[in-house]
């Protein structure tokens, strides 16, 4: 059964770093394209961004380019979120996602306040 | 990017109710368009893919249609289980873009 489990979330102050990960089980990890995805609390859907079933490319939301970096290590079946210069709008619950196929976590939840 | 404008934002509809949900992208998206039905404190649960493609486990009841700009989520008969929030996403081009969401009430 494929399963998906992030962790890492919480409360942080605007402008700290956060750290998600993911990790998989169930399927060979090091076959897929990964992606983050996050939900605001009015329920808007954000694509992050996706990276490579090698690590070797990774292509990300304009707006969060910036500041998210995906990685993954393939050795531990462990897909990350760096986020950086946190801010408000950053809210959300953050789920991995094997890309484009039905298999989501079950989601973290991330609160920026100071 | 490519934005979707996804409607209604609400729907009111009654068990054994036929409904559409519609999602019109700001360009062609070459029916590279998903649908997900999401309850309360769940992920997401992909229904659809490529417009037409129905998901594993998916009751046949739900199916999409479209083309070029305009796609659409048929519900044949509303079951008390659907009473959820669905959300399009098409995967054309990065960035990958989702719909509003169209949240659907018992009426």
């Known amino acids: 059964e494929v399963q998906l489990v992030e962790s890492g979330g919480g409360l942080v102050k605007p402008g700290a770093s956060l750290k998600l990960s993911c990790v998989a089980s169930?399927?060979?990890?090091?076959?897929?394209?990964m992606s983050w995805v996050r939900q605001t609390p009015g329920k808007t859907m954000e694509w992050i961004g996706d990276i490579k079933y090698d690590g070797s490319y990774t292509n990300y939301a304009p707006s969060l380019k910036n500041r998210f970096t995906i990685s993954r290590d393939n050795a531990k079946s462990t897909l990350y979120l760096q986020m950086s210069n946190v801010r408000s709008e950053d809210t959300a619950t953050y789920y991995c996602?094997?890309?484009?196929?039905?298999?989501w976590g079950q989601g973290v939840m991330v609160t920026v306040s100071s | 990017d490519i934005q979707m404008t996804q409607s209604p934002s609400f729907l009111s509809a009654s068990v054994g109710d036929r409904v559409t949900i519609n999602c019109k992208a700001s360009q062609n998206i070459n029916k590279y368009l998903n649908w997900y039905q999401q309850k309360l404190g769940e992920a997401p649960k992909r229904l659809i893919y490529?417009?037409?493609n129905l998901q594993t486990g998916i009751p046949s009841r739900f199916s999409g249609s479209g083309s070029g700009t305009d796609y659409t989520l048929t519900i044949s008969s509303l079951q008390p289980e659907d009473f959820a929030t669905y959300f399009c996403?098409?995967?054309?081009?990065?960035?990958?873009?989702f719909g509003a969401g169209t949240k659907l009430e018992l009426k």
């Open positions: 996602t094997r890309r484009l196929q039905p298999y």
């Open positions: 490529n417009t037409n």
């Open positions: 996403l098409q995967h054309n081009s990065f960035p990958n873009t």
């Open positions: 169930g399927f060979t990890f090091s076959d897929y394209w």
